[in-house]
């Protein structure tokens, strides 16, 4: 049996988190898994204004090594079609009022070479701390992600 490690305390994620065109539908809070090292995670979905769904956002809850080194505390994606219209930026500051009801600042990491992503963080205001090696264990043997950019961001 996975140990599941929500604290009973996280808060519900809000119905309404808008930015532009962009909002955000919640879809589940993911548990942890204590074995597995995965913390807790909210979900969202990536609408426009007409329900077309572009992409996705997580906020991932806690303060482990694999999210201080690789992975940070928000992953998003936007899907291939719907790029180019800064919409995972829109999604961050969309998703900024509820991170701030868990934590003053995040941590967000991107690859060196993810061009977009990196625009999106430095955009968004987000400070850049430093450039780290990944252990093949925490970039889950995805030779991309062996170095990792990191930014802290005040949502
Ligand atoms: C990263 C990602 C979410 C960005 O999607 P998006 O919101 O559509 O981003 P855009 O294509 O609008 O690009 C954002 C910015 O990066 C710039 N950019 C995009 N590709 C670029 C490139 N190859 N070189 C330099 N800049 C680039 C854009 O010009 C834009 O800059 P601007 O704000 O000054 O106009 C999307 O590329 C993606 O899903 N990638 C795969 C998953 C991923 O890498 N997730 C991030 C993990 S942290």
């Keep these: 049996m996975p140990t599941p490690i929500t604290p009973p305390t996280l808060p519900p994620a809000p119905d309404t988190l808008v930015c532009g065109q962009v909002t955000l539908r919640f879809v589940e809070l993911v548990p942890g898994d204590a074995e597995e090292d995965l913390v807790p995670s909210y979900h969202f979905r990536i609408l426009l204004t007409d329900g077309t769904d572009v992409g996705h956002i997580n906020f991932l809850i806690g303060d482990t090594g694999h999210i201080r080194n690789c992975a940070g505390h928000i992953g998003f994606a936007i899907h291939e079609a719907h790029r180019g219209h800064g919409y995972a930026r829109l999604a961050c500051q969309a998703i900024a009022r509820f991170v701030r009801t868990i934590y003053d600042d995040v941590l967000i990491t991107c690859n060196p ?43």
């Design 113 to 155: 070479d993810n061009h977009a992503s990196r625009r999106t963080i430095e955009r968004l205001g987000a400070e850049f701390i430093d450039e780290v090696n990944v252990s093949a264990a925490d970039a889950h043997e995805n030779p991309q992600a062996r170095r990792k950019r990191r930014y802290r961001w005040t949502p």
